[in-house]
């Protein structure tokens, strides 16, 4: 399996074009920075290569090929869509995905200046993604459970990265989720993984939605949790009034997911200090800033 960032080049990315769609061969081919699980290669100006890294099966891209398409037409901010499908090969042995671009600045390296617009973008996006999802959508997994069978995943964050002085705050507000009751409504779509690695601003705002990878059908705090991970302070008051849908418990649980999710981009942050694989140093300050949204609460 090719886990190394080094083996995957331009040359391979258009050998591969070559090989199963020779009519996109001669489009200029550009690496973007960033992927987790994926790497992205900028594929002439509205097209984007999306090649399997980390990912150890072909599950994730195969739920974007399956569902993205479904729910694009009908969601008011750009999201990618899958236009054409790579088999593994020779060269190659895991499949890749030709996908639309989704033009402007990931947020983890940009920032939201009209943080009402954004709040109210965010709200529209989530209010027409949340609908209730067809019996064969993917199942929540990991993504998409209570907090209180999260906890394993909590306690390792709050251990590995959180600040002394606040360790308390932070465990009142996830104890506050844990106790929250589960959501009780159909299980609706949810991207589960929305982070500021996962959106794109331009304007100063809100411009697109990407990385669909952990999509399922289930609770919809999972996504409510970006109101503090990716608007301003005071953004989430002025995401939950226009969304206007989420109940109190739905916010409990949503802001306790948002205390774990902000400690895992610390730790990210801290691992990249370290010089450790996968580490972002970058992400530290990012989590910071949304944990002390968190604990400001609304």
């Known amino acids: 399996m090719i886990d190394s960032e080094t083996e995957i080049d331009a040359d391979l990315v258009r050998d591969l074009l070559r090989e199963q769609h020779p009519d996109l061969a001669g489009l200029p081919v550009r690496e973007v920075d960033g992927g987790w699980g994926n790497r992205m290669w900028r594929l002439g100006d509205e097209l984007a290569v999306r090649m399997q890294r980390m990912d150890t099966g072909p599950d994730l891209q195969l739920k974007e090929r399956r569902w993205l398409p479904v729910l694009a037409p009908r969601l008011p901010l750009p999201i990618p869509v899958p236009v054409r499908s790579g ?8 499949i890749w995905t030709v996908m639309t671009w989704v033009e402007g600045t990931p947020l983890d390296h940009g920032s939201i200046a009209r943080g009402g617009h954004a709040a109210e973008a965010l709200a529209g996006f989530l209010r027409a993604l ?19 069978d999260c906890r394993d995943g909590f306690e390792h964050f709050l251990r590995s990265a ?39 601003v331009a304007d100063g705002t809100l ?92």
């Open 207 to 298: 411009a697109g939605v990407v990385d669909f990878g952990a999509l399922f059908a289930g609770d919809p705090a999972w996504d409510l949790a970006a109101a503090w991970l990716l608007l301003p302070a005071g953004g989430a008051s002025r995401f939950f009034d226009c969304y206007a849908r989420a109940d109190e418990a739905s916010v409990r649980r949503a802001r306790g997911l948002a205390a774990m999710k902000s400690l895992f981009l610390l730790l990210m942050g801290l691992s990249g200090d370290r010089g450790l694989p996968g580490g972002k140093p970058h992400w530290g300050p990012i989590g910071r800033s949304a944990l002390d949204r968190v604990l400001e609460g609304l």
């Open 87 to 94: 088999a593994p090969s020779a060269r190659f042995p895991k």
């Open 130 to 148: 949340h609908v209730e999802a067809p019996a064969d959508a993917p199942p929540a997994s990991d993504f998409g459970a209570h907090p209180k």
């Open 162 to 200: 959180a600040p002394a002085d606040l360790t308390d705050d932070i465990r009142e507000v996830w104890n506050d989720a844990v106790t929250a009751p589960a959501w009780a409504g159909p299980p609706l779509w949810v991207h589960g993984d929305l982070h500021p690695a996962n959106v794109v």
